[in-house]
């Protein structure tokens, strides 16, 4: 964003799932730097972050937000101590590449649990406390995936294909309520969890890493991966009152890797 956003969130409450890595790390950083006061949960919590958390007013709690219960908590323990919610991002995720036969049940509960599950009760619990407070906004993190499904992860599209039909639906269901709900579609983002999963199990990182960038146009010209802090602006804007008009919107932040087929290069 070329305007300032200090002070854009003055006032407001966020909650941000998998927050300690990744977009939900960025996220996090942005919307504090925005004047929100930012809660975050996570799995496992990063040390590293706990100085630059601690200056920006974030504060971590450890959740498994496979958990109905452990959302439910955290969710009550955030409007217990800041009064209010006003915007939800839910951001935790997984990756899932594997083809169809090779897919255990255990496989597609993870999954779904964490990418659209988790999603789907967190806004069941964080909708009353945006309506209480006249409003608020709701952010998944989807993915290209969640626009035009691949071949090589059937599981992991099904759940980002889900996530954006539960965008659309609520979208639609809260709209009275003035509770705006969006989502992100973003890939290839680098230095987050899911890629530096898929790096490590390269037998040539390098090659990889190209073919990654190679898969979108504009990652292509660009000669690198998408950061989390251009997918945590975008989330912000959706956050803002600039985007008060803005509901049932899935932003594609993938350099036009969702597209189609990309021009040679």
């Known amino acids: ?11 407001k409450v966020a909650a941000v799932t998998g927050g300690e890595s990744g977009i939900g790390r960025a996220t996090a950083r942005c919307l504090a730097n925005a ?29 498994d937000v496979r958990s109905i219960s452990h959302l439910e908590s955290w969710i009550s323990s955030i409007v217990a101590a800041a009064g209010r919610l006003d915007i939800l991002v839910n ?20 999954c779904l649990d964490i990418n659209l599950k988790s999603a789907f009760f967190g ?12 409003g608020g906004s709701i952010i998944n993190t989807a993915s290209n995936a969640g626009i035009l ?44 969890g899911m890629m530096n999963a898929d790096l490590a199990k390269a037998t040539d990182v390098a090659a990889t890493r190209q073919q990654f960038i190679d898969a979108s ?12 802090e251009e997918v945590a602006e975008a989330i912000l804007y959706l ?12 932003i594609a ?13």
Request: aromatic letters at 4%; glycine letters at 10%.
């Open 1 to 11: 964003m070329n305007q300032p956003t200090s002070g854009l969130l003055t006032g």
């Open 35 to 63: 004047g929100a006061r930012v809660f975050v949960c996570d799995r496992i919590l990063d040390l590293a972050n706990r100085p630059e958390f601690g200056r920006l007013g974030i504060l971590s709690q450890e959740c």
């Open 91 to 110: 951001n935790a995720g997984i990756g899932m590449t594997r083809p169809i036969e090779a897919v255990t049940e255990q496989d597609w509960d993870d």
């Open 123 to 134: 806004c069941k619990f964080a909708i009353p406390h945006l309506r209480k407070a006249g």
């Open 149 to 192: 499904p691949r071949a090589h992860d059937p599981v992991y599209s099904i759940s980002k294909l889900s996530l954006v039909g539960l965008t659309k639906s609520l979208a639609l269901c809260h709209s009275v309520d003035r509770i705006r709900v969006n989502a992100v579609c973003p890939g290839p983002v680098g230095d987050t």
């Open 217 to 228: 146009p504009l990652a292509r010209a660009h000669r690198r991966m998408i950061t989390p």
């Open 239 to 250: 956050a803002s009152d600039a985007a008060a008009m803005v509901t049932g919107t899935c």
């Open 253 to 265: 932040i993938d350099g036009g890797k969702s597209l189609g087929v990309p021009p040679k290069a």
